[in-house]
């Protein structure tokens, strides 16, 4: 028996994207973010591959070269009254189908080399209950069927991919700490409680008139 995952490269998780949906209850959690100043710019349906602002930059980067049609969507976004941008901390894919994805049967991701971290951790996935969380494999996963009658032992047999599903995590605690640094040092002035909803159409007017930045620019003081 195959002691690690073999992914079947049937491609289901490239064209449906938010097959690695983290479970979320919008409304509790965007109230909840929102009295923190920090919006979701993604209705639940909308939410996919998560892309962080360096994956973002690579894909952008790659689209423009190629003519692909990518648009992507801010996550999680701050709208800061010293620099009077919309400061964006990372992005959903906006897609149901990869625009990566090759367009023909050979299932090939044109960007494997820098594909994002969360298309490296599928098919794990994070449950969360009663504020428990644990990782799981999706049984939306031909590979993960497959193996369903077969004894494995789960941390070794998913090793690479728990390895990247890990990291994600961490890179998204790196970005709320990095967050939290900047509101504490008075280095960003987040307004707070605005209605979600309006955030997300305020939002758009930031994006329109090129008024946005990567959470990182400030950190690094290089905001224009
Ligand atoms: S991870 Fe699973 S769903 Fe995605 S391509 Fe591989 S086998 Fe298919
Ligand atoms: S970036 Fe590549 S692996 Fe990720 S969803 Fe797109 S085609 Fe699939």
């Given at each position: 028996m195959n002691k690690k995952f073999e992914c079947l490269r049937c491609a289901l998780c490239c064209k449906n994207t938010n097959f690695s949906n983290v479970n979320i209850d919008q409304?509790?959690?965007?109230?909840?973010?929102?009295k923190k100043g920090l919006y979701l710019g993604a209705k639940k349906s909308k939410i996919g591959i998560l892309l962080f602002n360096d994956e973002f930059k690579k894909?952008?980067?790659f689209a423009d070269k190629y003519g692909i049609d990518f648009h992507p969507v801010p996550l999680f976004f701050v709208i800061d009254r010293i620099s009077e941008n919309a400061i964006i901390l990372c992005w959903t894919l906006g897609h149901k189908v990869c625009p990566f994805l090759?367009?023909?049967d050979d299932h090939i991701c044109l960007v494997e080399e820098f594909k994002p971290l969360v298309c490296r951790a599928f098919p794990i996935i994070k449950n969360i209950k009663?504020?428990?969380?644990?990782?799981?494999?999706?049984r939306r996963c031909p590979g993960v069927l497959k193996t369903e009658n077969q004894e494995i032992d789960?941390?070794?047999?998913?090793?690479?991919?728990l390895e990247a599903a890990e990291t994600v995590d961490k890179k998204m605690q790196e970005i709320f700490n990095c967050f939290s640094k900047l509101k504490e040092k008075n280095r960003i002035d987040p307004i707070c409680q605005i209605n979600p909803n309006d955030a997300v159409k305020i939002l758009g007017d930031y994006l329109t008139s090129g008024k946005t930045c990567f959470i990182e620019d400030v950190e690094n003081d290089s905001v224009i």
């Open positions: 409304k509790t959690i965007g109230e909840k973010l929102a894909l952008r980067e090759k367009k023909n009663d504020t428990k969380m644990k990782y799981l494999s999706s789960f941390t070794s047999f998913y090793e690479n991919e």
